[in-house]
């Protein structure tokens, strides 16, 4: 008898003695390349019954032979092994997407800051609030080279922090005292005088940095990144535009 991985397309055709179905179909319970491969060739009867029918493609019989399909009892055990397999692959496929799901929602995405009380003891002092983790800042913090500027008449005050890349020049700029709604570029000038967008955002109604805001977030400096094709000692210097052309503040590099 052939390898029993090999009797797969001999028994989807029915062509198969009792012995040789009874033992294929015992290897089969516990093969699931043949189980799938029984799958795939399911679709090839109506194929095979309509080569069958042509013009001088055999006799009745062969085309009878040819379309041959297992009996229903095997079909429908066959349908509930597969269905039985299946079924647990989904079942073990949903409990990893939950687990996964589970990490994400209590993975390291927010940090909690804690002020202390006036120090006169007793608890509920503190002032608890959870913060959104900003990489953009913790970039910046990390990053010794660091360039600032603030513009007398406009009073943005600019800090560009600079690292050295394979590609260019990576930057994280800081900004404050900047009012909105607005939008704005970060352009890094060539000592070439060529020009490059390094990075753009928008700016809100209540603004970025200011030190006299009433919420903690107007409060609070931009922190954007971005990146320039430039190498570092081929920047002029850095300039902070809005949309319609207004320089708001200049950085030399």
Not at 101 to 117: D, E
Request: charged share 25%; aromatic share 6%; glycine share 12%.
């Amino acid at each position: 008898m052939p390898n029993e991985h090999e009797t797969v397309g001999a028994y989807a055709l029915g062509i198969l003695d009792d012995a040789e179905a009874t033992a294929f179909e015992t290897h089969l319970a516990s093969c699931e390349w043949c189980a799938q491969q029984l799958d795939e060739l399911a679709g090839m009867e109506p194929m095979l019954a309509a080569l069958a029918d042509l013009p001088g493609a055999g006799t009745p019989a062969i085309g009878e032979s040819l379309s041959a399909k297992p009996s229903p009892r095997v079909v429908e055990k066959l349908v509930d092994e597969v269905a039985e397999r299946r079924a647990r692959k989904r079942r073990r496929n949903f409990y990893m997407v939950a687990a996964a799901g589970a990490l994400i929602v209590s993975g390291p995405f927010v940090a909690v800051a804690t002020s202390g009380g006036d120090g006169g003891g007793g608890g509920g002092g503190g002032d608890n609030r959870t913060v959104a983790a900003n990489p953009a800042k913790e970039v910046f913090d990390s990053t010794p080279d660091k360039i600032s500027a603030t513009d007398p008449g406009t009073k943005v005050s600019a800090t560009v922090a600079l690292e050295r890349k394979a590609w260019g020049t990576g930057t994280v700029l800081e900004l404050k005292n900047v009012t909105g709604p607005e939008k704005c570029s970060l352009v890094a000038v060539g000592k070439n005088g060529e020009r490059e967008t390094v990075t753009s955002w928008s700016v809100p109604d209540w603004g970025y940095g200011m030190p006299d805001a009433k919420t903690d977030k107007a409060r609070q400096p931009l922190y954007v990144q971005g990146g320039a094709a430039f190498e570092p000692n081929e920047i002029d210097h850095f300039q902070v535009m809005t949309f319609d052309g207004k320089l708001l503040v200049e950085v030399d590099a």
